[in-house]
């Protein structure tokens, strides 16, 4: 099984809730991401959890939170977004670091 | 730092034609991977085709395949017998063999396929 699923499809958001964006994956990877892509842009990669400990965070804003509860979940924890965090926010996952990446289908998310 | 060049915003093919995309990337590096991953407007992203540096053989995967130059640091896939749901955005992307997580992007090809 070569899927990573992500909840919700959608989520439409104003600046000052709070939501979570949920990735799920059954591979066995030891190696999650979290992307963000504004349209018709390459993705920009977020966040690396590598066995389940946080091994990149690329400068993100305090507002965008990653957790890892264990080896096949990732969640993105939102707070206080703006407009401009408006885009497709992607999960991946990968054997290892030496390994391609497989991607979720996305949450396209809107900050009203 | 390393870098990925996809010089043809978009690209346009007849069905049942042959397409060239170009990429060209550059490092310092000796040991690393490169990717072509497809976007259809679906947008669910996905892995075309691999190849590891190390490897003189250009990969191969049905209609698609690679030419890897690694002395000029390019990196081209051919889609043979173009269909129509070929039509999508194509990323060239590389990654450290040294152990490293990040992937780096292209900025996109968007290819068009003419019935």
């Known amino acids: 099984d070569t899927e990573v699923t992500q909840t919700p499809k959608h989520l439409v958001m104003g600046m000052t809730n709070k939501k979570s964006l949920k990735c799920e994956q059954h591979?066995?990877?030891?190696?999650m991401y979290w992307y963000k892509q504004k349209a018709k842009k390459p993705p920009e990669l977020m966040f690396v959890?590598?066995?389940?400990?946080?091994?990149i965070n690329e400068s993100v804003p305090s507002r965008f939170s990653p957790e890892c509860p264990n080896s096949s979940l990732l969640n993105l924890h939102l707070h206080a977004l703006q407009p401009e965090d408006s885009a497709l926010y992607l999960c991946?996952?990968?054997?290892?670091?030496?390994?391609?990446?497989?991607f979720g289908p996305g949450t396209r998310l809107t900050v009203t | 730092a390393q870098t990925v060049t996809q010089s043809q915003p978009e690209m346009s093919v007849q069905e049942a034609e042959t397409v060239t995309l170009s990429c060209t990337y550059d490092?310092?590096?000796?040991?690393?991977?490169l990717f072509w991953y497809k976007q259809p407007p679906s947008r669910q992203m996905i892995l075309v085709i691999r190849?590891?540096?190390?490897?003189?053989q250009n990969a191969t995967e049905n209609r698609f395949s690679v030419n890897f130059q690694k002395a000029a640091k390019s990196f081209s896939l051919k889609i043979s017998d173009s269909q129509l749901g070929d039509a999508a955005m194509y990323f060239c992307?590389?990654?450290?063999?040294?152990?490293?997580?990040?992937?780096?992007f292209g900025a996109g090809t968007r290819l068009f396929v003419k019935a």
């Open positions: 991946a996952s990968s054997q290892d670091s030496d390994y391609e990446q497989y």
């Open positions: 591979m066995g990877h030891r190696a």
């Open positions: 959890y590598s066995y389940e400990k946080l091994s």
């Open positions: 490092t310092s590096e000796s040991d690393y991977y």
């Open positions: 190849q590891e540096a190390y490897k003189q």
């Open positions: 992307a590389y990654r450290t063999g040294t152990g490293g997580f990040k992937t780096i």
